[in-house]
C-alpha cells in the first residue's frame, strides 16, 4: 500500500479526520425529523466504524458515548432499550459479516461500560445490571476475546473481526480481566443453584472457558479457579473420560470395564449431575450402554437415586427404560438430571401419570408443532424425542423453567404450578398442544379456544426456551389474552377472574389488591397488608403450611427500590429457616430468580433453606413488594392478631419504595378502613 | 428523551402561501417539505403508507402506472383537498404532474407539455424547431433499424469501410438518466439489445465535453442556474463546475431561456444535459422536467446550504413571490462554501463477499460519507447497459481540480472484495 501518497498518514491525524466525520454525521442526525432519522443512522454508524478500525477509536467513543446515544443513534433499532438486551445474542452481532451490526453492538456494549461505570445513566437499567450484562457477554465471546473464532472471522473479514475483537479487550481492560473470569464462574454456580432447565447458555459459557484453559497460549492468570469442576462437569466428569476422550472412545473404554469399575464409573457420573445440576454427554452414553448390556440394575446408581427414587424406577422399570430409550441421547443427555429428579419426586404413584407418560412416548405431532421444534433444536435428535426429553425436565424439575425473553410469565408460571401440584394436567396440555395445536380452557362456562379469537399467536423467542415451554406457552398466552379482554370494563382488576380459572381450582377466589385500578394509586394498604400475614403467615393463620401453590403479584423494583413492573410469581411454602426467621420461598418465572429490589430487599436463592429453583425473601420484606394474592374465604385466618407495628413496618417500605409515587391525596386516606 | 420531532407540526404552515403534493417516494424531499413552511401531501405507492403512518406523515395512495381513465379521478381529489401544485419528483410521475396540474392550475396547455418532456424524440424535435442545436436523431423499432442508422451516420462522418466507427447512442424514450443507455460501435453489438428494449431513440455520439444544468424556474425565469461537472458520465459528479466549465455560464444561460422560450416553460424545475465542444458550440442532449438523478440536490445543499428541494417546492407553488424567491437562493459559485461531489460505486469483481471501504478513499480528507450497503448476492450481473450503482460515495473539498481527480481515481478501486 503506498501510504506515502495520502493526506493523512499520521494516526492521531487520521483519527481526527475521523472524529470530524462522525460529527458531522451526528449534527445530520441530530437534524433529521422523524421522516429520516432512519434513513441517517447509516452514516453515522460508518463514522463510527472508521473511528473503531483506528488506534485510540474505542477510547474516544467511550467518551463520547452520551452524544450518540443522545443523537438517537439506537432509536428505533433493536438496542434501543438496553434493558431489554439479551447478552446471548451479542455473539450474533459482533460476528456478522455486516459492519453496521457489528458497530452497534460495540457501540451499545460501549453504553453498558459508561453505564457500569457510572459516567451515564439510561433508566431503568442500573449499573450493576450493566456490569452483569457485560461479564456475561465477554464469558460468552472468550473465542472473539482470544481469536480463536476460526472459521467465523474468515468468513466476516479481517477488518470487521479486528474491530469485535479489539471492543472486547477494551471491555475487559476496563472491567479487570481476572475479575470478569472470577465473577463469572461465580455467576455460573450462582445460575447453576438454582437449577435450570434451559442451560445452554451455562454451557457454552462453561465450553468458552474450557477453550481457553486449553489453550496453552493463553495465561489466565490468578483468575479462574473453580473453572475445572466446571468444565469437567461436561467434558470429563470421571477418570475415564477426563481427557475428554469423545463418545465412540468412552463406550468403547465402558464395553471394557469390569463390573467395579462399572459401578465406581456410574456413580461417578451420578455425583458429578447431583453437584452441578449438568450432565456430561458422557453419561448418556454409559446409561445406553447399561441397557444395551441388559445391566439395567446399575440405573438407580448412573441416576444416583436414592431409596425412594429406585423404589419408584423399580415399580415402573419398563416405562423408565422405555423413556431412557427414547429420550436419552448424548445431544439431549441434561434430560437425564429431570429424569432421575421426576423419580426422586415419586410422581409416578399418582395413577394418571405413568399412562400419560405412555401416551407421550407415542404422541404424533402436528405438523406446525414439529416445525416449530425442528427450528429450534434441529433434527438430532428427531423433534418427538427432543419434546420427550423436554417433558421429563420439566416433570423432574418445576422450578427450572423460565419464561425466557418473553412476556410470558403467567404462561410460565403456569406451567410450573401444574408439574408441580399436577403433572397429569400438564402431561395433558402437553398432548393438546404438541398433537392438536390447540388447547381449550373454559371462562365462567365458556369454552376459550388457543384458535379463537382471530389474532395471531405472537412469536416466541425461542432459543431460550425448553421444548415444553416453546410448544405449549404460544397457546396459553393466547388463551389468557382472551380471558384478559373478557373482563374488560370491569371495575376491578381482571387478575381477580382470570388467575383461579387459568391456574387451577386451588388458586384461592378470594383476592385482595393494593392498588386502586381506576387511579394507579395505593388503596387500603394496612388492610391487606394485615390480611396477607393472617392467611399466609403461620404464627397468624394457626400454624397451617401453605398447601397449594398460589398465584401473586410482585410490584418488581431495581436496586434503588423504584417500580420497575408489575410480575406474576407462585408462592410456594412460608417456613422458618435455619436461622429461625420466617420466609416466603416463591418461584419467579424469570430466568434468573436472585434479584437486588433495593431498601435492603434482596432476593436468596440459595443459603435460606431454598429448594433448588426457589427463591426466598423474609415474610415482611416479600410482603413489601406484593401487591396482589388469592385466598380461600372461608379460611381467612386471624387478621386481629397480627400486630400494628408489623403492619406499619411492612406499609412503610410499601410507600418508600414502589409506591412512593402511588400514595393518594389526604381525602381519600379518610375513608373508614372496613 | 424529548423529541419535538417526532410529529408533523401544523402550525409551521403559511395559510398564505400555497398547498404541495409530491408526487413519488423521495424522504429527503418529504423531510425538505416537512421542516419547511407549507403545507404538503406525498402521493405514493401503497407500500408506502406503512411508513407515513408510523412517521406521521401526510400521505394519499396512488400507483403511478401509464395515464388511464381515472387519471383525473386524482387530480380531483387533490384539488378537492385545496392543493394548489403537483411536484414530480421522478421521471415516472412528470407526465402524472403535467395532467395534475393541469386540471389544479386551469392550463390544459400543461399536460401537453409534460408529454414532449417525457418523450425523447418529441423533445428533440421541438429542441430543433426551436433552433436549438442537437445531433442526428432517428427512431429504431427493430435491430435493422439499428444497423442503418449506425452506418448511415458514419457515412455522413466520411468514414471509409475499415476505418473504426463512431459510436451511436441508443435511449428508452421514458426512461430517466442512464437507465436503458447503450453505446453501439459495431454491427455485432447490436444483436446484444434485447428485443423488448424496442422501440429506442437513436442519437448520433457528440464529441465534447457533457454536464448538466439544474435551473429553477419562476414566472418564466431563472431563479438559480446550476452547473453540474460530470468527472465520468455515469460514475461522479460534483458542484459547483469547475472554473473551465464554469467560463461559458453565460452562453448556457442563454440555452436555457431558449429552452424556457421552446418548451414554453412558466414555473418548475429544468434539468438538461448538454455538450459543449471545444470551440464553444453548445449540442442540446435532453432535458427533464423532475430532479436530477446522483443525489445532486444534496450535494447542493452540501456545497451551498440551502435545501434544494424547498427551492423546488418555492418554484412550482403558485403563491410563492418574487422577493421569496430571490431571498431564498444564494448567488451562484461565489457563495458556495465547498465543492461536493458524490461517486457511483459498481463491484469491479465478478463474485464479491463484503463491502470494504478501500483505505485511500477512507483516509483522504476529501471523503465525508457513503452509502454502500452490503452484497446481497456473491455473483455481480455483468454490466449490459449504463445500470444501476450499487450507491454513492460523497466527496467535499475546496479544490474542484483536487476533488476531480479523486473522483476519476476512484473508478480504479474495489469497494466489494
Redesign the interface.
Given at each position: 500500500?503506498a501510504e506515502h501518497d495520502?493526506?493523512?498518514?499520521e494516526p492521531a491525524q487520521?483519527l481526527a479526520?475521523r472524529a470530524q466525520?462522525l460529527d458531522?454525521?451526528l449534527e445530520a442526525l441530530r437534524g433529521?425529523?422523524?421522516?429520516?432519522h432512519g434513513?441517517k443512522v447509516?452514516?453515522a454508524l460508518?463514522?463510527a466504524r472508521?473511528i473503531l478500525a483506528e488506534e485510540g477509536g474505542l477510547e474516544l467513543l467511550h467518551e463520547r458515548i452520551a452524544a450518540l446515544v443522545?443523537a438517537?443513534i439506537f432509536r428505533g433499532s433493536d438496542w434501543d432499550e438496553p434493558d431489554r438486551l439479551v447478552p446471548a445474542l451479542a455473539r450474533q452481532a459482533l460476528t456478522s459479516?455486516?459492519?453496521a451490526t457489528v458497530v452497534i453492538e460495540v457501540l451499545s456494549e460501549l453504553r453498558f461500560l459508561a453505564i457500569a461505570e457510572g459516567s451515564y445513566t439510561q433508566r431503568p437499567l442500573t449499573p450493576a445490571a450493566a456490569h452483569s450484562h457485560l461479564v456475561r457477554v465477554v464469558a460468552l465471546n472468550l473465542s472473539i476475546l482470544f481469536g480463536i473464532a476460526g472459521e467465523a472471522e474468515r468468513?466476516q473479514?479481517e477488518?470487521l473481526a479486528a474491530i469485535a475483537r479489539r471492543s472486547l479487550c477494551f471491555i475487559v481492560d476496563r472491567l479487570g480481566f481476572e475479575q470478569v473470569i472470577d465473577e463469572l464462574i461465580a455467576e455460573i454456580w450462582r445460575i447453576l443453584e438454582q437449577r435450570p432447565i434451559r442451560v445452554e447458555p451455562v454451557r457454552e459459557m462453561i465450553t468458552q472457558i474450557a477453550r481457553c484453559l486449553q489453550d496453552p497460549a493463553i495465561d489466565l492468570g490468578g483468575s479462574g479457579r473453580g473453572a475445572e469442576r466446571l468444565v469437567s462437569s461436561l467434558y470429563g466428569p470421571t477418570r475415564a473420560c477426563s481427557e475428554d476422550p469423545g463418545v465412540a472412545g468412552y463406550a468403547e473404554r465402558l464395553a471394557a470395564m469390569d463390573a467395579v469399575t462399572l459401578q465406581g464409573e456410574v456413580l461417578g457420573l451420578a455425583r458429578s449431575m447431583h453437584d452441578t445440576g449438568l450432565v456430561s454427554p458422557y453419561h448418556a452414553v454409559a446409561v445406553r450402554h447399561l441397557l444395551d448390556s441388559n445391566q439395567g440394575t446399575l440405573l438407580p446408581d448412573v441416576l444416583g437415586l436414592s431409596s425412594t427414587g429406585r423404589d419408584c424406577l423399580l415399580c415402573y422399570q419398563g416405562l423408565v427404560h422405555a423413556l431412557v430409550e427414547a429420550a436419552i441421547h448424548p445431544q439431549s443427555c441434561q434430560a437425564l438430571y429431570g429424569l432421575a429428579l421426576m423419580l426422586e419426586r415419586g410422581i409416578l404413584y399418582q395413577p394418571p401419570v405413568a399412562p400419560a407418560l405412555w401416551r407421550q412416548l407415542r404422541l404424533v405431532l402436528a405438523p406446525a408443532a414439529r416445525e416449530r421444534l425442528l427450528q429450534t433444536y434441529g433434527d438430532t435428535p428427531a423433534p418427538e424425542q427432543q419434546l420427550l426429553a423436554g417433558v421429563l425436565a420439566v416433570l423432574g424439575q418445576p422450578l427450572g423453567i423460565g419464561q425466557g425473553n418473553n412476556p410470558t410469565c403467567q404462561s410460565a408460571r403456569a406451567l410450573s404450578m401444574w408439574s408441580y401440584a399436577e403433572p397429569d394436567y400438564l402431561l395433558q396440555m402437553v398432548a393438546w398442544a404438541a398433537r392438536d395445536d390447540a388447547i381449550i380452557m373454559h371462562f365462567e362456562g365458556d369454552a376459550i379456544s388457543s384458535r379463537d379469537g382471530g389474532l395471531p399467536r405472537p412469536p416466541l423467542l425461542g432459543f431460550d426456551l425448553d421444548p415444553v415451554s416453546l410448544l405449549v406457552v404460544p397457546h396459553l398466552d393466547h388463551i389468557y389474552a382472551q380471558m384478559m379482554q373478557r373482563c374488560v370494563g370491569r371495575a376491578e382488576d381482571p387478575h381477580r377472574w382470570v388467575n383461579p380459572e387459568f391456574h387451577g381450582w386451588w388458586a384461592g377466589r378470594g383476592f385482595r389488591i393494593n392498588v386502586d385500578v381506576a387511579t394507579g394509586k395505593l388503596a387500603a394498604l394496612e388492610d391487606f397488608l394485615r390480611h396477607f400475614f393472617a392467611c399466609y403467615h403461620p404464627y397468624y393463620n394457626g400454624n397451617q403450611p401453605l398447601i397449594h401453590p398460589q398465584p401473586a403479584g410482585i410490584a418488581v423494583t431495581d436496586s434503588a427500590a423504584r417500580f420497575i413492573g408489575w410480575h406474576a410469581i407462585t408462592i410456594l411454602r412460608v417456613a422458618l429457616d435455619q436461622a429461625e426467621e420466617m420466609r416466603v420461598y416463591f418461584f419467579n418465572p424469570n430466568n434468573d430468580g436472585g434479584q437486588d429490589w433495593g431498601d435492603g430487599v434482596v432476593v436468596s436463592t440459595a443459603g435460606h433453606g431454598e429448594r433448588y429453583g426457589e427463591s426466598s425473601l423474609p415474610f415482611a420484606e416479600f410482603a413489601s413488594r406484593l401487591y396482589i394474592f388469592h385466598f380461600d374465604p372461608l379460611e381467612p385466618g386471624a387478621p386481629e392478631t397480627v400486630e400494628e407495628s408489623v403492619v406499619a413496618g411492612c406499609a412503610e417500605r410499601v410507600r418508600g419504595s414502589w409506591a412512593a409515587d402511588r400514595i393518594p391525596e389526604l381525602a381519600a386516606q379518610a375513608v373508614p378502613p372496613p | 428523551?424529548p423529541?419535538d420531532?417526532?410529529?408533523a407540526n401544523p402550525e409551521n404552515y403559511d395559510p398564505e402561501k400555497g398547498y404541495i403534493a409530491l408526487l413519488g417516494w423521495s424522504?429527503?424531499a418529504?423531510?425538505a417539505a416537512?421542516?419547511f413552511d407549507r403545507r404538503y401531501v406525498v402521493v405514493a405507492p401503497d407500500w408506502a403508507e406503512e411508513y407515513c403512518q408510523n412517521?406521521?406523515?401526510p400521505y394519499l395512495p396512488w400507483n403511478f402506472e401509464r395515464l388511464n381513465d381515472r387519471s383525473v379521478e386524482i387530480a380531483q381529489t387533490l384539488k378537492d383537498m385545496g392543493v394548489d401544485v403537483a411536484i414530480p419528483l421522478f421521471e415516472e410521475t412528470v407526465e402524472w404532474a403535467g395532467a395534475i396540474n393541469a386540471v389544479l392550475l386551469d392550463k390544459p396547455r400543461l399536460f401537453g407539455q409534460a408529454m414532449l418532456l417525457r418523450d425523447k424524440a418529441l423533445m428533440k424535435r421541438r429542441a430543433q424547431l426551436g433552433g436549438i442545436r442537437v445531433g442526428i436523431f432517428e427512431e429504431a423499432h427493430d435491430k435493422d433499424d439499428v444497423i442503418r442508422f449506425l452506418k448511415r451516420v458514419n457515412q455522413t462522418l466520411l468514414k471509409l469501410d475499415g476505418d473504426p466507427n463512431d459510436p451511436i447512442h441508443l435511449k428508452a424514450f421514458d426512461k430517466a438518466g442512464c437507465l436503458g443507455h447503450r453505446v453501439i460501435r459495431t454491427p455485432d453489438e447490436v444483436d446484444t439489445i434485447p428485443e423488448e428494449e424496442f422501440p429506442v431513440l437513436m442519437e448520433s455520439h457528440l464529441d465534447g465535453w457533457e454536464f448538466a444544468v439544474e435551473a429553477w424556474i419562476h414566472d418564466g425565469k431563472i431563479a438559480f442556474l446550476n452547473i453540474s461537472e460530470y468527472v465520468t458520465l455515469g460514475y461522479s459528479v460534483f458542484v459547483p463546475a469547475t472554473p473551465d466549465l464554469e467560463q461559458y455560464r453565460d452562453q448556457i444561460r442563454q440555452q436555457i431561456e431558449l429552452l424556457i422560450k421552446t418548451f414554453d416553460i412558466d414555473f418548475g424545475f429544468l434539468h438538461p444535459e448538454y455538450f459543449v465542444t471545444s470551440d464553444g458550440t453548445m449540442y442540446f442532449g435532453e432535458v427533464a422536467y423532475r430532479p436530477p438523478g446522483f443525489k445532486v440536490f444534496e450535494l447542493l445543499e452540501r456545497a451551498y446550504g440551502f435545501n434544494a428541494y424547498q427551492g423546488l417546492i418555492l418554484a412550482f407553488d403558485p403563491k410563492a413571490t418574487a422577493e421569496e424567491v430571490a431571498a431564498f437562493f444564494p448567488k451562484e459559485v461565489v457563495d458556495a462554501k465547498t465543492y461536493a461531489g458524490c461517486f457511483g460505486v459498481y463491484p469491479r469483481r465478478r463474485v464479491v463477499?463484503?463491502?470494504?471501504?478501500p483505505?485511500?478513499t477512507?483516509?483522504?480528507?476529501y471523503?465525508?460519507?457513503?452509502?454502500l450497503t452490503?452484497p446481497l448476492e456473491e455473483t455481480v450481473t455483468k454490466r449490459t447497459a449504463f445500470g444501476t450503482h450499487w450507491g454513492l460515495v460523497y466527496f467535499q473539498g475546496e479544490d474542484p481540480y483536487k476533488l476531480r481527480d479523486l473522483l476519476k481515481a476512484q473508478e480504479e478501486m474495489d469497494f466489494y472484495v
Open positions: 500500500m495520502r493526506l493523512a498518514d487520521r479526520l466525520r458531522g454525521a433529521a425529523s422523524r421522516v429520516t434513513a447509516p452514516r460508518d463514522a472508521q443522545e438517537g459479516p455486516d459492519s468468513q473479514g477488518r | 428523551m423529541d420531532k417526532k410529529t424522504l429527503n418529504i423531510e416537512d421542516q412517521h406521521d406523515i463477499s463484503r463491502l470494504e471501504m483505505p485511500e477512507e483516509d483522504h480528507p471523503f465525508e460519507s457513503h452509502e452490503p
